[in-house]
C-alpha cells in the first residue's frame, strides 16, 4: 500500500510542478506577445508563491524518503490555497481589477482528489 501512495505523490510532484510552472510561462510570458491578449499585469507576489513552492519540493522529498508520502499532499493542498488566497486578497484589495483569477493545479488538485483518501476507506486484497 505504501508502494502505490508513495508512486502517486510522486505523479502528482511531477504533474504540479510541471503544469503550475508552464502555465505561468505561457500566460505571463508568451501570451502577453500577441496583440490581440489583453490581461491584468503580472502580480509581483506570486514570486512569494514560487519562493514558497520551491521550498517545499526539498520537504517533500525528505517526506518521501522517510516513508510519510501521506502528508505531501495535504502539505500542497493547504499551502497552495492559503498563500494564493492571501495574494489574490492583497493584489485585488490594492487595485480595482476585477476577480479572474486561477491556475490549472487547481483542477490537479480536483484529479488527483481520490489519493487524500485515508486508508482505512480502502478495500485491502489478501492473497
Known sequence: M???ERRATIWFLYIFYVL?????LVYFYFLPKLPWF???????LNYFMYLILTILLPISI?????????YIKYIYFFTYTIIGGIIDIIYYNWNNFPYTSGNI???VFIIFSPIFINKKYFYR???
Open 2 to 4: 505504501l508502494y502505490e
Open 20 to 24: 503550475y510552472f508552464s502555465y505561468d
Open 38 to 44: 489583453t490581461h491584468l499585469p503580472f502580480n509581483v
Open 62 to 70: 525528505i517526506l518521501l524518503k522517510r516513508n510519510k508520502p501521506g
Open 105 to 107: 493545479v487547481e483542477i
Open 125 to 127: 486484497y489478501n492473497c
